[in-house]
């Protein structure tokens, strides 16, 4: 094959050691493979190679263990250890400014020193989420500019990533991977590469252009079912209707080639991707003469969330006849999403200072989440221990169930608390004979749309 050697293992370097950069060298690492991986960041090369996983991610740090010290793995700083690769992914940072502009920084650095380590015969794999056009427009050009030429010397496919954090290993083994290449020769190299490396079924696509747009279209269709949910959410509060009920209900319908899928509501929408994508997809469409309504709503009411239910809590204290002023507010997990430790874009640190901007005195616990990072985004280190942080809290607002958290007894917590506290359901989705037995502890209960 023109871009692959005709062989079982390989030798692949990822470029940028992210949460998904990390992922996927010690998998294809655990799997087999010699692996490089490249990353600008001195501290976290550092780290790697000490057997050290600054990312909450079920299984990642056991395969670090297991994979560090193999002969066949090394990271490092140094982008021209990738010219003994044969597989080259990468895995930058693609974010967006505040107006929804794709920065291609990390990508352009990313691609420039390439261009100065490419040999002939190379498949590059880029992962990282772009605009459809960029791969064609931007990166194969800057690839080119060391003088090498794509489709002669070397191949380039678009295959996006597609990782949830928390499930990302088992989605590894399991998802099937998009491709989409620059010709059918770096397409096909890039099949026979999954299909090898990780054993999964492969959907190749026409182009470049469609790979690219897969992702964006994936993360747009998230977000919108998100603000769905959250709509309907705040509609069913007002109605006195649980909406886990209505959701359990309305999925079972059968529409198109699956069902009805509506999403659950929660505290809000965070993350480096839900967060992003849809605005990306947005500029890229205004360039192109293409004004894309929803995509502005949908944020606005998922952006609208952390304030909501920092109102729920307000307005609970006030009713109890408390002065926020005078209140103290325990919340539990910080991250965006439940079992990760991380804060990027979470919706918890607007509804944390909305909060404090009413007066309210808050206590920040999740033993996911560092206390430097906690310091960096709320202002204020984490309490270590649950009873610490409950301790004399009118109100208890669980904003991510981790696995951790659900060893808790809230009937022990009550007692640390105060006595008519309030608990705030905002990610954990409660069953009824669990709202019930909170009552008769005596908590009141406050839910997202229940």
Not at 24 to 40: F, K, P, Q, Y
Not at 227 to 234: P, S, V
Not at 236 to 242: E, L, M, P, T, Y
């Amino acid at each position: 094959m023109r871009f692959l050697p005709d062989r079982k293992k390989y030798t692949v370097a990822i470029i940028g050691l992210g949460h998904v950069g990390s992922c996927v060298s010690l998998i294809l690492a655990d799997r087999g493979h010699e692996v490089i991986g490249v990353d600008t960041d001195a501290a976290l090369v550092g780290e790697l190679r000490g057997g050290v996983c600054r990312f909450h991610e079920p299984g990642l740090a056991e395969l670090l263990e297991r994979c560090h010290r193999l002969p066949s793995v090394r990271f490092t700083t140094d982008h021209a250890e990738m010219a003994a690769a044969e597989v080259v992914i990468v895995a930058v940072g693609t974010p967006v400014d505040e107006s929804g502009v794709f920065i291609d920084t990390q990508l352009r650095d990313a691609c420039k020193e390439l261009s100065r380590h490419l040999r002939r015969g190379q498949l590059l794999v880029f992962k990282s989420t772009v605009p459809p056009g960029t791969t064609r427009e931007l990166v194969i050009p800057l690839l080119e500019s060391g003088g090498l030429t794509c489709g002669e010397d070397f191949g380039v496919v678009f295959s996006p990533e597609r990782l949830s954090q928390g499930t990302a290993l088992r989605e590894l083994a399991e998802l099937p991977v998009v491709v989409g290449g620059s010709d059918t020769d770096a397409a096909e190299a890039a099949e026979a590469f999954w299909r090898a490396a990780l054993g999964v079924e492969v959907r190749s696509c026409a182009s470049l252009e469609t790979a690219e747009m897969i992702k964006i279209a994936s993360n747009w269709w998230i977000d919108h079912n998100l603000a769905l949910a959250n709509e309907l959410a705040l509609v069913c509060s007002q109605a006195g209707v649980d909406m886990l009920d209505v959701v359990a209900a309305a999925n079972d319908l059968p529409k198109g080639g699956g069902r009805v899928n509506i999403l659950l509501p929660s505290v809000g929408v965070g993350g480096s991707c839900l967060t992003k994508d849809p605005w990306m997809a947005w500029s890229s469409a205004r360039r192109r003469g293409v004004e894309l309504r929803t995509v502005p709503t949908a944020r606005a009411v998922n952006d609208g969330m952390p304030g909501y239910a920092a109102s729920l809590v307000l307005d609970a204290l006030r009713r109890a006849g408390k002065d926020p002023r005078e209140a103290r507010v325990a919340v539990l997990g910080l991250a965006f999403k439940n079992d990760t430790g991380d804060l990027r874009s979470t919706p918890v640190a607007p509804m944390v200072r909305t909060l404090r901007e009413a007066g309210v005195r808050v206590a920040l616990h999740d033993p996911l989440v560092s206390t430097e990072a906690a310091e960096r985004v709320f202002g204020s280190p984490t309490v270590p221990e649950v009873e610490e942080a409950v301790r004399d809290a009118d109100c208890i607002a669980v904003t991510a169930w981790h696995r951790e958290f659900h060893g808790i007894d809230f009937a022990v917590l009550k007692r640390h608390a105060r006595p008519d506290c309030t608990l705030l359901d905002g990610r954990a989705y409660f069953p009824r004979e669990t709202i019930e037995r909170f009552g008769s502890l005596g908590y009141t209960y406050l839910g997202i749309g229940r």
